[in-house]
T-cell receptor, first 111, second 113 residues
């Protein structure tokens, strides 16, 4: 079982719609969760971090964490073509000194 | 401007040669990390350093070496022992090693033929 799992996609949504990206993790004791955006050929960019159960909103982005279900998601409201990228989920496992990354979900926003 | 720089952006080497990838940060971050990214495999940790003059192996350290003589610099050497070195190499840093918000440099794409 992988430490962090994401659907590879591609996920296609029309411009203006809500994009929903999902991530599950294997270590129940994980404490810190991150979403990165990676444009093709570029390096990952941190867009959200979440540490507690519930929702955290930042502009058009909302991260949702459910530790009981070992599930973290990223919602992008009013999706724009510029949001087209691969989104990486990263998790800090208990007892580990580094992050574990999923393989990413490729999002395409169709104008 | 504060940030992380990696050089060069593209690097080509012949098989059997060692090559060193540069990573510099002026964010005053304590911790630095090296990852490699291959298509469909996500990011895999090579080495990390929590403080100057200290570093630990990550999940795929074989064939790689690092040094951390200065807080700002964390160079990665890809040795000839690395069996499949062609990849996108990413350097990252975080403020403290306990702070897991990591920020990435622009990356170096290494091609070995």
């Amino acid at each position: 079982q992988k430490e962090v799992e994401q659907n590879s996609g591609p996920l296609s949504v029309p411009e203006g719609a809500i994009a929903s990206l999902n991530c599950t993790y294997s270590d129940r004791g994980s404490q810190s969760f991150f979403w990165y955006r990676q444009y093709s050929g570029k390096s990952p960019e941190l867009i959200m971090s979440i540490y507690s159960n519930g929702d955290k909103e930042d502009g058009r982005f909302t991260a949702q964490l459910n530790k009981a279900s070992q599930y973290v998601s990223l919602l992008i409201r009013d999706s724009q073509p510029s949001d087209s990228a691969t989104y990486l989920c990263a998790v800090k496992k208990s007892g580990a000194n580094n992050l574990f990354f999923g393989t990413g979900t490729r999002l395409t926003v169709i104008p | 401007d504060g940030g992380i720089t990696q050089s060069p952006k593209y690097l080509f080497r012949k098989e059997g040669q060692n090559v060193t990838l540069s990573c510099e940060q002026n964010l005053n971050h304590d911790a630095m990390y090296w990852y490699r990214q291959d298509p469909g495999q996500g990011l895999r940790l090579i080495y990390y350093s929590q403080i100057v003059n200290d570093f630990q192996k990550g999940d795929i350290a074989e064939g790689y070496s690092v040094s951390r003589e200065k807080k700002e610099s964390f160079p990665l050497t890809v040795t000839s022992a690395q069996k499949n070195p062609t990849a996108f190499y990413l350097c990252a840093s975080s403020m403290k090693w306990q702070a897991y918000e990591q920020y990435f440099g622009p990356g170096t794409r290494l091609t070995v033929t």
